[in-house]
């Protein structure tokens, strides 16, 4: 029997981003991602994330995986633009879509869950469960459960083996255009780029008003100069 909280998420469906969407430049996608929201039914819940932080990667710089090459692996970066690419780091499953232009991406990388109207504790719970703290057994606070993109992938119960290389189903995994922009965005460094592989590169988008939640605040690094490292300015007008 179909469930109230299917019947709600249903009719979520006219509001779902398509293919079209990713294929575009894949800055001018991470920034528009910034105020969607993920969601993935897992074990008949549905869990839902805001994304609050993303990352462009290009073929042409070096800090891509696609600069690699074309490998099985590395298949799905080279895939019609919305196709998920999946890979593990660290330990952990991260999400990325294919954009316009073969190798070129953008790396959905943390988020908070989203609270609707109909999401009620019993999906704060699921992700919960999925997501304890590590090696202590305590349960993480709501808005840390995805403040990472291996942390998003554990919360929302997202695998390598599950979607990559496949497309958002509107019945399992679609990202939904909620309505909400940030007022303002931080445009910083990316994180992890190794020194050389084009690590100056300002391809990190982040949601000001839930930087806290973000990977890493790159307002609270001392070594971080505005201008340089990071830039503020007010959300674009023009519709993402």
């Not at 894949?26 to 819940?45: E, F, Q």
């Not at 958002?168 to 190794?194: A, H, M, Y």
């Not at 100069?225 to 993402?240: F, H, N, Q, T, W």
Request: glycine share 8%; charged share 25%.
């Amino acid at each position: 029997m179909e469930s109230l909280l299917d019947k709600y998420m249903t009719k979520k469906t006219h509001n779902i981003l398509t293919n079209s969407f990713f294929d575009r430049d894949a800055c001018t996608v991470a920034r528009g991602l910034l105020g969607k929201v993920i969601h993935h039914k897992s074990n008949d819940i549905w869990l839902s994330a805001q994304i609050i932080e993303t990352e462009a990667y290009y073929k042409v710089e070096k800090g891509s995986h696609a600069s690699l090459g074309y490998s099985t692996s590395r298949k799905a970066l080279f895939m019609p633009s919305g196709t998920i690419y999946m890979y593990y780091a660290r330990g952990g499953d991260s999400l990325n879509f294919s954009c316009k232009g073969a190798g070129n991406a953008v790396l959905i990388k943390s988020g908070v869950p989203y609270l609707g109207d109909q999401i009620n504790q019993q999906m704060i719970e699921e992700m919960q469960k999925n997501n304890p703290v590590k090696n202590s057994g305590r349960i993480r606070g709501p808005k840390r459960l995805c403040s990472g993109q291996t942390l998003l992938c554990k919360s929302l119960n997202l695998k390598v083996p599950d979607w990559n290389q496949k497309t958002l189903q509107k019945d399992k995994l679609f990202i939904e255009n909620v309505g909400q922009t940030p007022s303002k965005i931080v445009i910083s460094k990316r994180l992890g780029i190794p020194p050389g592989r084009d690590d100056n590169l300002l391809y990190r988008f982040i949601d000001f008003d839930n930087i806290r939640y973000c990977t890493k605040n790159p307002l609270t690094e001392r070594k971080n100069k505005e201008g340089k490292d990071y830039m503020i300015i007010r959300y674009p007008l023009s519709r993402v």
